[in-house]
């Protein structure tokens, strides 16, 4: 069986400038990964080429390659990325575009032609993930830092994809927001979703299965 994440000799430099050198790594399925290191290390870098942002959106000289599930990421479309894997970015207010909440998590499966019907039952699923439902009619703009963060995170499960990449999605919350945030990591990763995850919080040490520094 192929590996959900299989980076092999990356190297990342902007203008010339090299933020990663020859980063290999491997991740395997259901596995929970937290990439540590010092602020401006690459970290995030790392995961925009993860993704595939890196270089085909943002711009930077790349070698080396990303395979998801054996296949170079660079190769999938943007409806084929968006349905393998997920990001959350540090800052919220970057991933919110829409009225309400319910409109935010349709979003996405309306930009993969998702049946409506099925889009009203992922709506509600993940509304009662995220113990947002009271929330549905409301105006990201109205919500705290850490509800924003929740919205984020429905909005891109809701596509079930099968890696999460999660990019210091805990920096902008209080402590009951990150516990909040901690036990939702958690639950994922109970179901078997393959979790890279970039963060300084020292609580997901405890339920990543095994710690990359980076730098």
Known sequence: MSNPIQINNLSIAYGGYKVIQNFSLTVKEGET?????????GKSTLL?????L??????????????????NVQTLSIVDRAKEIG??????????FCDTVEDEIAFGLENVCTPKQEIGERIK????????????????RELSG????????????????????????????DQRGRESL??????????????????????????????????
């Open 33 to 41: 990964v937290l990439i540590k290191g010092a602020s401006g290390c």
């Open 182 to 215: 901690t036990k939702h990591i958690v639950d994922l990763k109970k179901q078997g979703i393959t979790m890279l995850l970039v963060d300084h919080d020292e609580q997901l040490e405890s339920i990543a299965t095994y710690c990359v520094s980076f730098d």
């Open 87 to 96: 990001i959350v970015f540090q800052n919220p207010e970057t991933q919110l």
């Open 54 to 71: 890196i270089p085909s959106i943002i711009k930077a000289e790349t070698t080396g390659e990303v395979l998801l599930y054996n296949r």
């Open 146 to 173: 850490g509800q924003k963060q929740r919205v984020v995170l429905a909005s891109v499960l809701a596509l079930y994809p099968r890696i999460l990449l999660l990019d210091e999605a805990m920096s902008q919350l």
């Open 125 to 140: 699923e993940m509304l009662d993930l995220v113990n947002m439902e009271k929330y549905h009619l409301t105006s990201p």
């Open 48 to 52: 925009h080429a993860v993704c595939g």
